[in-house]
T-cell receptor, first 111, second 113 residues
C-alpha cells in the first residue's frame, strides 16, 4: 500500500455542485494532515490543516476517519475558481517534520 | 512580508553539466526541503535539512546534493545533470514544530537536453 493515495480524477462537476475527494494513508500514528491546492504550473498552497476529527473553512470541510485511515475534502457550492489539483499530505513514519504527498486529485468545475 | 524565493525560475542545461538551484527563505524557518514534481509521481522529497550544517537524503536523492551554511538558504546541486532530472523543483520550509505547515517556493523549471 502506498503511504498516501488519491484518486487522480479528473472530477468534472458543474458550478454549484458539491464534490468530495478522499485520501488514504498508511501511517496510523499520524497526528496531522494537510490539504494543499495546486494550480497549473504553480506551487502547492495550503488549503486546510486537520489535527483532530475535522476542520471547516467556509465552503471547504476536511474530515478525518482514523479507523479507516482516510481524510476527505468536501467542497460545497463549487466555483469555477475551485478548478485545480488538490494534494493531501501526511507526515512520514520516521519524522513528523517531513510530509509525504499524494499525487493529487484534479477538479474541473464547468459553467 | 516573509517569503521563500527560488532562482532561476527556468533553466535549460546540457547533459553532464553541474547545475545549482537556489532557495532563500526569510521566515527564519529551521526546516527546509527540496521536492521534485513529475507527472505520475507527484511530489517526491530529494533532500531536507533541519538546521544549519544538517542535511539528509530523501527518497530520490541520487545525483543531488545540498548544503546548509545558514538558516536562510538551501541550494540544490545537480552534480552531473541527466535528462531524467528534467522536472520542476520546489523548495519548501517549515517551523521546527511537530505538525507545522510546509510552505513552498514558486518552483524552478529545469530542462536537461
Amino acid at each position: 500500500r502506498k503511504e498516501v493515495e488519491q484518486d487522480p480524477g479528473p472530477f468534472n462537476v458543474p458550478e454549484g455542485a458539491t464534490v468530495a475527494f478522499n485520501c488514504t494513508y498508511s501511517n496510523s500514528a499520524s497526528q496531522s494532515f494537510f490539504w494543499y491546492r495546486q494550480d497549473c504550473r504553480k506551487e502547492p498552497k495550503l488549503l486546510m490543516s486537520v489535527y483532530s476529527s475535522g476542520n471547516e473553512d467556509g465552503r471547504f470541510t476536511a474530515q478525518l476517519n482514523r479507523a479507516s485511515q482516510y481524510i476527505s475534502l468536501l467542497i460545497r457550492d463549487s466555483k469555477l475558481s475551485d478548478s485545480a489539483t488538490y494534494l493531501c499530505a501526511v507526515p512520514t513514519v520516521d519524522s513528523s517534520y517531513k510530509l509525504i504527498f499524494g499525487s493529487g486529485t484534479r477538479l474541473l468545475v464547468r459553467p | 512580508d516573509a517569503e521563500i524565493t527560488q532562482s532561476p525560475r527556468h533553466k535549460i542545461t546540457e547533459t553532464g553539466r553541474q547545475v545549482t538551484l537556489a532557495c532563500h527563505q526569510t521566515w527564519n524557518h529551521n526546516n527546509m526541503f527540496w521536492y521534485r514534481q513529475d507527472l505520475g509521481h507527484g511530489l517526491r522529497l530529494i533532500h531536507y535539512s533541519y538546521g544549519v550544517q544538517d542535511t539528509n537524503k530523501g527518497e530520490v536523492s541520487d545525483g543531488y546534493s545540498v548544503s546548509r551554511s545558514n538558516t536562510e538558504d538551501l541550494p540544490l546541486t545537480l552534480e552531473s545533470a541527466a535528462s531524467s532530472q528534467t522536472s520542476v523543483y520546489f523548495c519548501a520550509s517549515s517551523e521546527r514544530t511537530t505538525g507545522n505547515t510546509i510552505y513552498f517556493g514558486e518552483g524552478s523549471w529545469l530542462t536537461v537536453v
